[in-house]
Structure formats: C-alpha cells, structure tokens
C-alpha cells in the first residue's frame, strides 16, 4: 500500500465518525439540491432539453476531430492562438511562457478543473507568479490552504462560521460576520486583483467550432471580470468533459484586451437576454424553451 493510500484511508476513517462533518455535508448538499429544483422550473420542457443537449453533445464527440480542426480555424482567423499540449508538463510550461511574456507577476483564476489536475497554481507560484483563485469557494479553499473539497461546491465541508473565522484569522476582520459580510468583503479583495492582474485564467464549458468562439459559464460574475479586466486571457480546456490529465489539453491565448472581450462576449449569445447572471449555457437552455412548443407531440 502506498503512503497516499494509507493516509487516505486514515483520514477517511476519522472522516466518516465525524458527526459535525456530516452535519455540514448534509446542511450544504440540501441549500444545493434546493437551488437545482429552482434551476429546473426555467425549462417549459426539461424532458425535452435534455434530449436535445444529449444529441449535440454526442454528434459533438462523434465529429470532435473535424469540429476541432473547424474550432482552431475560425479561432485563430479572429486573432487567437490555439496551443495543443500533449501532457501536463507541456500546458504548464505554455501556460508560463505566455505569462512570462506578458511579464506578469499575479493572474486571475475563474474556476476550471484542467488547472485543478495539472496543478497549475503550484506551478505558477514555483516561478514567482501569484494566481489568485476568484470563485468564491475556490478562493476560501486557497485561503485555508486546502484544495478544493469537490468538483462544484469547492467547500461544501465548511460552516458559515468556518469561513467566518478562517477570514478573521487570515484577513484581520472582526470574526462572526454574516455570510453576505464576508462575501462583501471577499469581493473587495478579489476587485483589486482583477485590476492588477495582466492574465486572466478560465477552463471552456463549450468551443463553438463554426464561430470560433469559447464559452465560459458560472454565477458569480467571476469568470467575465477574469476575462474583461486583465489584457491577457487564457482558457484551457480538454480534449473531452469527461477526460482527465491524461488527455489532450488545449490552451488560447487572448493577447489584446479590447479583442478578449469581442472573443468572449461574441460567445454569450445570452448579452441579449439578461434575465439571469449566467452566461451561455443558460440562455442555451432557454432558446430551447422558446422552440419546444414546435417538437411538442412528436
């Protein structure tokens, strides 16, 4: 048995008899749960979404070689670069070439797992580069020093008062603040970065291969200020969803300001409709509400 292994099994033992624990779980996993029922009631015809979603994403993987080709075609004709790299170690250093570059000295992070598993942060900061995570769970990780406790919900594990006193200890403010407190005040801190940082850093929900574009989604307005502010924007991506570090990565560089926001913004046919804060993915979903009435019986 290896030294991980044995360390994980003893964690995974105190874990699994700590009452406390599993109380905040279950109190965190529930408020989840809740907030995905509200999500549902958006569709007219979940049913019918999903169907839909799973027939683009299957003729999306069946086809990948030619939309990939077709993805960094349309891409770089709009003035990106796309980098193809074979492993960890060559995305890393592709990563930190473009950031040497730029002679950047901090970069932004919006949530993405390719960095998670390659263990990009690390990296960055062995070669005297700051990288500041700014979702607000993946930034109270960083702050603990611990890495994200799950894929979505990054600190599930943690109680409003955890995070009330990790912030008292960490950042100097009067400890017992209320969650919409401490969010303030994490987003007076992560504004700084945005504005100080030369590279902004995102993961790609989707790669619209026939305009060449990357869409980015979330729900926290982190991902279009790690994209608007910095002059510099890179976003990595897998071959697939569902691969892991063994798999290709893809990385895009975004070298002007003015042309990393026509980039993203072009990708968001959701600027047109901005009755929710998310990005592509949802207004997505909403035009297949408003085309569902014509499938309806079939």
């Known amino acids: 048995m290896t030294d991980n292994q044995t360390t994980f099994l003893a964690k995974s033992e105190v874990k699994a008899n700590d009452l406390e624990h599993k109380r905040k779980l279950a109190f965190n996993i529930q408020k989840y749960a809740d907030t995905v029922v509200k999500g549902k009631q958006q569709f007219s015809n979940l049913d019918l979404a999903r169907r839909r ?74 070669h005297g580069i700051e990288s500041v995570e700014t979702d607000l769970g993946e930034y109270i990780q960083q702050l603990d020093g611990e890495a994200p406790y799950h894929i979505v919900t990054p600190a599930m594990h943690k109680s409003k008062e955890d995070v009330a006193k990790l912030f008292h200890n960490k950042l100097g403010v009067p400890p017992n603040l209320s969650p919409s407190e401490l969010t303030q005040i994490a987003r007076r801190n992560l504004r700084e970065k945005y504005i100080s940082s030369e590279v902004g850093i995102t993961g790609g929900n989707f790669l619209i291969a026939d305009t060449g574009a990357v869409c980015v989604t979330e729900n926290e307005g982190n991902g279009r200020l790690s994209t608007a502010f910095p002059k510099t924007h890179i976003a990595t991506r897998t071959r697939r969803s569902s691969d892991l570090l063994a798999a290709t990565c893809h990385l895009w560089h975004r070298a002007e300001r003015d042309r990393v926001q026509y980039h993203f913004y072009r990708s968001e046919a959701a600027r047109r409709n901005r009755r929710t804060r998310r990005n592509v993915c949802d207004s997505a979903g909403q035009r297949e509400n408003q085309s569902a009435a014509d499938t309806r019986g079939t």
């Open 53 to 126: 979603a799973k027939n683009v994403k299957w003729d999306a993987i069946e086809n990948l070689d030619k939309y990939l080709i077709e993805f960094e075609k349309n891409f770089t004709a709009r003035g990106g670069k796309v980098i193809w790299a074979e492993d960890a170690k060559e995305a890393l250093e592709a990563v930190l070439q473009i950031c040497q570059a730029k002679q950047a000295r901090r970069v932004v992070k919006s949530k993405s797992m390719v960095t998670e598993e390659i263990h990009l942060n690390d990296y960055l900061a062995e």
